[in-house]
């Protein structure tokens, strides 16, 4: 039994290890934010993603705030490509919609780099699959 003023650290480390985790990367030249949680994005990316590896989903994607000209963009089937051979400049980024069931789906979508970016890897280990705790979670 605990009073109001103890507080079980064992039990409050355990909690915070079963939280989800977000970064806040800038967007938009810099002058926008947008929460990211990469195990999420991974999760729940587009249908036509899915023979894409993590490490190759974050060296080429990234999350992006939708605007009218990506909702345009991903609401238009894809041109035929007479027309998008007439075109003038750099081509376009790939678009991708989130599936449904990502929290972010309605407001966010991912976008291709231009050129591939290197990831840095940094917080914590990535999770064991043959460790009993973390096993159901990550596997």
């Not at 507080?7 to 290890?17: H, K, Y």
């Not at 919609?97 to 231009?114: G, I, N």
């Amino acid at each position: 039994t605990f009073d109001d003023d103890t507080v079980d650290d064992g039990a409050m480390e355990e909690e915070n290890n079963e939280e989800e985790t977000f970064q806040i990367q800038s967007s938009e030249n810099d002058k926008k934010f947008v929460l990211v949680n990469t195990r999420i994005d991974y999760q729940y990316r587009s249908e036509t993603l899915n023979n894409i590896y993590l490490y190759e989903f974050v060296s080429t994607l990234y999350k992006k705030k939708m605007n009218a000209t990506d909702m345009k963009h991903l609401s238009t089937t894809a041109a035929p490509d007479t027309e998008v051979a007439n075109k003038v400049g750099r081509p376009r980024n790939e678009r991708f919609a989130f599936q449904e069931q990502h929290p972010q789906a309605t407001t966010h979508l991912l976008m291709k780099h231009s050129q591939a970016h290197i990831p840095v890897l940094y917080g914590p280990q990535i999770p064991r699959c043959d460790r009993q705790d973390t096993r159901e979670r990550y596997c």
